[in-house]
């Protein structure tokens, strides 16, 4: 089925490891989001991609790195995770630049950092 | 600074009610403005967006409205069920760039 799949739905690791988090999309959206959802501070946005090989920082990019090698898939990794990186991530994509913008979420990644 | 707020955190109604959803944002320049619906546990599910050249939009029993010039949208549900029990998160899109500042959200809960 079309849409935008995360994988893993959960995640248990512990502090300094390097950590994956995948994300895929059907759609052949341009732009792609990675948000990580905490209480007390919402959905804040972590990396974010125009295309292929673009990608920028967000609100928090720190400790994280993104890479955009083909237009469906976009890969968010912690690169030696920490407590404070314990969180629910989405990813998103959207068709920015068309008259349909709207954002299309994964169901998410719960992600313990022990 | 660009923000976004919801109020109230959270909102208990009978069913049949119909409610009332605020959103509140800084800077009126806005790009877009989309409502969303959260269920625990899962994604979030885009309800309506409202570009920032329109003053409302309807889908089924909802209807968004934006109003720049006060800084506020409201999600108008009509004749609410217990289904309709979620997080509603508002989202602001501002012009020149891409990103998309979230509301904290407003926890629905609707009583049979």
């Known amino acids: 089925d079309a849409g935008i799949t995360q994988s893993p739905r959960y995640k248990i690791t512990e502090t300094g490891r390097q950590v994956t988090l995948m994300c895929h999309q059907t759609?052949?959206?341009?732009?792609m989001f990675w948000y990580r959802q905490d209480l007390g501070h919402g959905l804040r946005l972590i990396y974010y991609s125009a295309a292929a090989d673009i990608t920028d920082k967000g609100e928090v990019p720190d400790g994280y790195v993104v890479s955009r090698s083909k237009t469906e898939n976009f890969p968010l990794t912690l690169e030696s995770a920490t407590r404070s990186q314990t969180s629910v991530y989405f990813c998103?994509?959207?068709?920015?630049?068309?008259?349909?913008?709207?954002?299309?979420f994964g169901s998410g990644t719960q992600l313990s950092v022990l | 600074k660009q923000e976004v707020t919801q109020i109230p955190a959270a909102l208990s109604v009978p069913e049949g009610e119909n409610l009332v959803l605020n959103c509140s944002f800084t800077d009126s320049a806005i790009y877009n403005l989309q409502w969303f619906r959260q269920d625990p546990g899962k994604g979030l599910t885009s309800l309506l967006l409202i570009q920032s050249s329109q003053r409302e939009q309807t889908s089924g029993r909802l209807n968004a409205s934006l109003d720049k010039s006060s800084g506020r949208s409201t999600l108008y549900i009509a004749a609410s069920q217990p289904g309709d029990s979620a997080t509603y998160l508002c989202a602001v899109r501002w012009g020149g760039g891409f990103k998309t500042i979230f509301g904290a959200g407003t926890r629905l809960f609707v009583k049979a």
């Open positions: 998103a994509s959207s068709p920015m630049g068309s008259t349909n913008e709207k954002l299309f």
């Open positions: 759609w052949s959206h341009s732009y």
